[in-house]
C-alpha cells in the first residue's frame, strides 16, 4: 500500500511538471514575434525604374552626411534614391515592437541599401534614423550582379542632407500630410541626436539590429526602435548603385507581426 501511495504521488508530480513545461512552452510561443505576416499588408507595392526621385548621390540625410553604407565615401559614391512610407509603426502590445519588410528585386545589377527613418506626427518632422558606419551600426545591402553605372533622367539632386523636404515614391503618397506639399521634412538638430533610435535587424529578438550583406533578391527584415516615443509611421529609404534599367523593379510588403 505505502508503495502504491508514493508511485501515485510520483506521477502526480510528472504531471505536474509536464503542465507547467507545456505552459511556459505555450506562453513564449505566443509571446516571439509573428514570422508570417498572413497577408495583412499596411503596404504591397511595386516600385521600377521611375520610381527613382533623387540622385546621384553618395550619402544618406541626417544632420551630417552619412555613407550610403559602411566604408562608403559620401562624395563620390553613386546611389540613386527613393523614400517609400511603410505606412505602419509598431505593434506596442508585442513583445519584440517592429514593423516586418518583405522585399523582391528583379533586375538588381549593383547594390541596393536600405536604411530607416522613424516619423513622429507632433513632431514636426523626421528626427529619428539608424547608424549607416561605426559601433552601433545597423543596415541591410542586397549585392546584385554588377554593371555600368546608369545615369537616370528625371531625377533630381536632393535640396539639402538635413532640414529638406523629401518626396515618397508611393503611388498615394505621405501617409501624413502635415506641410501640406506631400513630403516628409527632415530634421536632425545636432550630431548624434536620433542615431541609434531606429534599427534595421533579421530578428527582432535582435532590437539593436545588425548590418546585412546578402545576394538573395527576395528576404525580410524587420525596422523597429528602440527609443522613448513611439513612431507614428515608418520611411524607408531605398538607394541603388550600379545599372538600372527599365526591367528593375522592387515589391516592398509591410506588415505589423
Not at 566604408?71 to 509598431?90: H, K, P, R
Not at 532590437?207 to 546585412?212: A, D, H, N, R
Not at 513611439?230 to 541603388?240: E, M, R, Y
Request: hydrophobic share 40%; net charge negative.
Amino acid at each position: 500500500m505505502q508503495f502504491k501511495v508514493k508511485l501515485a504521488s510520483a506521477l502526480i508530480v510528472l504531471v505536474l511538471i509536464v503542465g507547467v513545461v507545456i505552459g511556459i512552452q505555450y506562453y513564449v510561443a505566443s509571446r516571439e514575434p509573428n514570422i508570417s505576416s498572413g497577408g495583412n499588408y499596411s503596404l504591397d507595392e511595386t516600385f521600377t525604374v521611375n520610381s527613382f526621385v533623387y540622385g546621384p548621390q553618395g550619402w544618406v540625410p541626417y544632420n551630417s552626411k552619412l555613407p550610403m553604407q559602411p566604408g562608403g565615401n559620401v562624395e563620390t559614391d553613386a546611389y540613386y534614391v527613393m523614400f517609400v512610407d511603410l505606412n505602419a509603426t509598431s505593434n506596442l502590445n508585442s513583445t519584440f515592437p517592429s514593423v516586418r519588410v518583405d522585399y523582391a528585386f528583379s533586375g538588381l545589377r549593383g547594390t541596393a541599401a536600405f536604411h530607416v527613418y522613424g516619423y513622429i506626427h507632433t513632431n514636426g518632422g523626421i528626427s529619428w534614423t539608424n547608424r549607416v558606419d561605426g559601433l552601433g551600426a545597423n543596415g541591410w545591402y542586397v549585392v546584385g550582379n554588377a554593371g555600368v553605372s546608369s545615369a537616370l533622367s528625371g531625377v533630381q539632386q536632393l535640396g539639402d542632407f538635413n532640414h529638406v523636404y523629401v518626396k515618397v515614391s508611393n503611388k498615394n503618397g505621405a501617409t501624413y500630410n502635415d506641410f501640406g506639399n506631400v513630403t516628409y521634412f527632415m530634421k536632425f538638430e545636432k550630431a548624434g541626436g536620433g542615431l541609434n533610435t531606429m534599427h534595421i535587424t533579421s530578428n527582432p529578438r535582435n532590437p539593436s539590429g545588425e548590418v546585412t550583406y546578402t545576394a538573395n533578391a527576395t528576404g525580410t527584415f524587420y525596422a523597429d526602435f528602440t527609443g522613448d516615443r513611439v513612431q507614428d509611421d515608418i520611411i524607408l529609404l531605398v538607394a541603388v548603385n550600379g545599372e538600372i534599367g527599365d526591367d528593375f523593379s522592387l515589391n516592398l510588403k509591410s506588415s505589423v507581426p
